[in-house]
């Protein structure tokens, strides 16, 4: 399996923005897609954003689309996100994942980092 450690949240205004990211290690990063999910309290957790092995496909969830954009560095074996124009409603908990397929559901993801606080003041 790969291990992940996520680091860059923080509390920002709203409006604000915030980098997230993401290092792997272990096994070979870029045999990896991987996502990036968010939980608030009380909530389930959600799919923000997920990037494919060699970066030629992303996707987001419609409630950030537009605002976040997912990005991965294979050579530093991180992948980041970075979030602009950012609302109250994207607080929470980010966590970042690894799995050999693709998709936007938390069940699909094998390897799950320890997540960290994004905080979105009003």
């Known amino acids: 399996q790969v291990q992940l450690v996520e680091s860059g949240g923080g509390l920002v205004q709203a409006g604000g923005s915030l980098r997230l990211s993401c290092a792997a290690s272990?096994?070979?990063?870029?045999?990896?897609?991987m996502g990036w999910f968010r939980q608030a309290p009380g909530k389930e957790r959600e799919f923000v954003a997920v990037?494919?092995?060699?970066?030629?496909?992303?996707s987001y969830a419609d409630s950030v689309k537009g605002r976040f954009t997912i990005s991965r560095d294979n050579d530093k074996n991180t992948v980041y996100l970075q979030m602009n124009s950012l609302k109250p409603e994207d607080t929470a908990v980010y966590y970042c994942?690894?799995?050999w397929g693709i998709g936007t559901r938390s069940y699909q993801y094998d390897c799950w980092g320890q997540g960290t606080q994004v905080t979105v003041s009003a």
């Open positions: 994942a690894a799995t």
């Open positions: 272990g096994r070979t990063f870029s045999n990896y897609a």
């Open positions: 990037i494919s092995r060699s970066a030629e496909i992303t």
